[in-house]
């Protein structure tokens, strides 16, 4: 059921800095890059011992990362875990009466395509703080048929 950890996403005030602390303390990450994206934030991403690591800053018109430094500050804002079936597992939670939340990026509650597979987001009413994100991973071929060519959000 469970696969691995996807990512870390955490929200940060200054995606690069983070990314090139990361790199001054580990070196380069072949992955290593700085990106703004269409949902208003900007990623930085470093990817160590399999696991990537985001930092999210909030551009203008951004609402979870802004929202999530002005309550919490900087530090973990999810964690994504892959999974082999996402509709198992949103079944399981859905009857062990654990809510499902909204997509931040999209508003989509449940099971939906994304960039890189089909996510959903876990209700964590004990740990409002973190989210947990679900993903079932692309096959090859099933991002073209599913996503098609449209940008990251």
């Known amino acids: 059921m469970f696969r691995s950890v996807k990512h870390i996403a955490f929200a940060s005030p200054d995606a690069a800095r983070a990314v090139q602390l990361l790199q001054d303390i580990f070196g380069p990450a072949e992955d290593a890059e700085v990106k703004d994206l269409a949902s208003a934030y900007r990623v930085g991403r470093f990817t160590s011992g399999g696991v990537q690591m985001q930092f999210c800053e909030p551009l203008e018109g951004d609402r979870r990362f802004s929202i999530h430094l002005a309550e919490h500050g900087p530090g973990l804002h999810h964690i994504c875990f892959t999974v082999d079936d996402i509709n198992d597992v949103v079944g399981r939670a859905e009857a062990l009466g654990i809510a499902l939340k909204p997509c931040l990026s999209c508003g ?16 964590a009413d004990l740990l409002p703080e973190l989210q947990i994100e679900i993903m ?10 599913f996503w098609g060519d449209r940008a990251e959000i």
């Open 108 to 123: 989509v509650v449940g099971s939906h395509v994304h960039p890189e597979g089909w996510i959903a987001f876990l209700g």
């Open 136 to 145: 079932q991973v692309y096959r090859p071929g099933e991002k073209e048929e």
